[in-house]
């Protein structure tokens, strides 16, 4: 699976929204992307995925580049419960279907 | 949907002891997978399951670490015998294998303490 390179951290004030970026220049063409968070000591949430067109449900949005090598998570108005680390992940299909887990971004959403 | 099912919560034993950890996956679901996350490591995934049978079992760390999965409705991960290395909080997943992918849904995890 194609490696993905987040921030390590960023902050956000409550009610504005949150542009959380990933890069994965090296993302093949069957390969989707995948946002989930871990809030503390809680086991990780699967937010959104995509393969090359924007998505977007009641949590999030996700905007993927036309050439699928970079994305960015957006959550429109961050509350403090959005603070948790977000993990962007590429996986293939074709691969076994296992996530592979990052480093992902600590997002602080302050008052 | 009760969702994925972890048990015990916490668990605390002695290096040494053998340790069984529970998962019930949410009913229809055709993937099972444990990880094991620690501040050093961050979340690494063990073993996976598709349709009960052990996939890709490469992230077991030693022949100490056995997973099972016995029907579509339960599965256990065994530590014997346990060490203080094998600290960690152990999340159990499950989802369905589907084109394009579906998101997997988490176990609360439970916290091993090995002292």
């Known amino acids: 699976d194609a490696k993905t390179t987040q921030p390590p951290s960023m902050d956000c004030a409550e009610g504005r929204a949150a542009n959380l970026p990933c890069n994965h220049s090296t993302i093949s063409g069957n390969e989707y992307v995948y946002w989930y968070r871990q809030i503390h000591s809680q086991g990780p949430q699967y937010i959104i995925h995509g393969l090359k067109n924007n998505e977007t449900n009641e949590m999030a949005s996700l905007i993927i580049t036309e050439d699928r090598k970079s994305s960015t998570l957006i959550l429109p108005h961050a509350t403090l419960r959005d603070t948790a680390v977000y993990y962007c992940i590429v996986r293939s299909y074709n691969q076994g279907g296992k996530l592979i887990f990052g480093q992902g971004t600590e997002l602080s959403v302050k008052p | ?115």
């Open chain 2, 1 to 115: 949907d009760a969702g994925v099912i972890q048990s015990p919560r916490h668990e605390v034993t002695e290096m040494g002891q053998e340790v069984t950890l529970r998962c019930k996956p949410i009913s229809g679901h055709n993937s099972l997978f444990w990880y094991r996350q620690t501040m050093m490591r961050g979340l690494e995934l063990l073993i996976y399951f598709n349709n009960n049978v052990p996939i890709d079992d490469s992230g077991m760390p030693e022949d100490r670490f056995s997973a099972k999965m016995p029907n579509a409705s339960f599965s256990t991960l065994k530590i014997q015998p346990s060490e203080p290395r094998d600290s960690a909080v152990y999340f159990c997943a499950s989802g369905e294998l589907v084109t394009g992918g579906y998101g997997y849904t988490f176990g609360s995890g439970t916290r091993l303490t090995v002292v």
